[in-house]
């Protein structure tokens, strides 16, 4: 991967603050979960799920969940992304992993299976973050929202959990903030 790959996903990009009117279309939604979905998961398990809010009256029924700060960015953004887990992705890994015995053994452990779904989905929801700058879309994760009432609101009909937002499109304009500082390797990380 060259430098101008690395600058895209990592140096250069920044949390969206502004997008453009553009929409993004269901095709580049369809090419963004392509691309995600090929991320290693353990197991194969990929327990993520995605919901796309693509028209203002779906992005407009999060509101009672989200936070104040929050309620502008999701409004200004074409899509928002609620990035999900399904507590029950056991139930595909007969297509996904051909180790005997899988299925039961998440079944039979709820703790075990709610941790590799909530891990794994999150992992793929980082995936989510990398393949959009890859398709050159803009993005802005989110914590700051009520996720028992995203659930009863949006997603009771399907199970999933949700686990954080997305705020996606295109970025408005070329300026480019300032980066916000990050801790140094010797602060965040040692070798054994």
Do not use: I
């Amino acid at each position: 991967m060259g430098p101008e790959a690395l600058d895209r996903l990592f140096r250069e990009a920044r949390t969206a603050t502004a997008f453009a009117s553009r929409p993004v279309s269901r095709e580049t939604l369809v090419e963004l979960y392509d691309l995600l979905k090929l991320g290693p998961t353990s197991g194969n398990c990929s327990p993520a799920r995605f919901l796309f809010l693509t028209t203002e009256d779906a992005r407009r029924r999060l509101h009672p969940a989200l936070s104040p700060g929050n309620v502008a960015r999701c409004d200004a953004a074409p899509v928002v992304v609620v990035v999900c887990h399904d507590p029950l992705f056991f139930e595909h890994l007969s297509r996904l992993n051909t180790e005997a015995g899988l299925r039961d053994w998440f079944a039979a452990d709820v703790g075990l299976s709610e941790e590799t779904a909530f891990r794994n989905g999150t992992l793929q929801g980082g995936y989510l973050l990398m393949a959009a700058r890859a398709l050159g879309l803009a993005v802005a994760p989110m914590s700051g929202f009520d996720a028992f009432a995203v659930e009863d609101g949006l997603l009771a009909d399907t199970g999933w959990r949700a686990n954080f937002l997305v705020a996606l499109g295109y970025a408005e304009g070329a300026e480019k903030s300032a980066r916000a500082p990050r801790l140094a390797f010797d602060e965040a990380c040692f070798c054994l």
